[in-house]
């Protein structure tokens, strides 16, 4: 077994579900989205996209993309939420809330599109 593949799997699947896990809610409810669940998928999230660099296959491209298609949405969530937090100083604003959901839920589409890709990749492997 390559410890190298089990750990990059480990990450991009642990980033999808804590993403799914922070979204999970009524999208203007902050008692159903934690700050610290958003915090760890951004860091996880940033683990599986530095794992992702140097497969230069074209499936290792279009997830390297999905990746940083998802850290962009994670970290404009954690930007809009830091933003109503301590400007708007209205973080419980149920519009403030839907907007860090809507953006950390384009980043649940991009990572299932990586976990997709990811499956793929593992399917039509020969050995």
Do not use: C
């Amino acid at each position: 077994m390559n410890q190298e593949k089990v750990a990059f799997g480990f990450f991009v699947i642990l980033a999808l579900s804590l993403n799914f896990g922070f979204v999970m809610g009524d999208i203007d409810n902050p008692a159903h989205h934690n700050v610290y669940e958003l915090f760890a998928a951004i860091v996880v999230s940033l683990i599986a996209t530095v794992l992702k660099f140097g497969d230069r296959t074209q499936v290792g491209a279009v997830m390297l993309a999905t990746s940083l298609v998802a850290d962009l949405g994670l970290v404009a969530a954690a930007i809009a939420w830091g933003y109503s937090v301590n400007v708007a100083a209205d973080a419980a604003a149920p519009e403030a809330v839907a907007s860090v959901v809507a953006l950390a839920g384009g980043a649940v589409i991009a990572n299932v599109i990586s976990v997709v890709l990811l499956i793929i990749e593992t399917v039509m492997l020969r050995r």
